[in-house]
């Protein structure tokens, strides 16, 4: 079965619920890695050789798994997390 990632506590303030998140692929924390890199959409799509939607795709698919509103919010919470190294 699938495994699931570390809980994460999400919401604001003093009240925070956890929740279990579903685990990134490896193409998923890739396109992440490039992201918190600071590359575009087009040039992850061209370190990837897919299209630029395709990179759209992944990124939808990442920030809803990580409940992040955005791609920026989803680099912090994967840091968080320990998805990815720390700056």
Sequence with gaps: GASLLPVA???????LSTTALPPL???????????AQGMTNQEIAERL???VST????????????????????VT???HLHLLAAP
């Design 9 to 15: 506590a999400t919401g604001s303030g003093d009240r």
């Design 25 to 35: 692929s490896q193409r998923e924390l890739a396109v992440l890695d490039m992201v």
């Design 49 to 51: 050789t897919v299209a």
């Design 55 to 74: 990179v759209k795709t992944h990124l939808n698919n990442i920030c809803g798994k990580l409940h992040a509103p955005n791609r920026t919010a989803a």
């Design 77 to 79: 919470i994967a840091r």
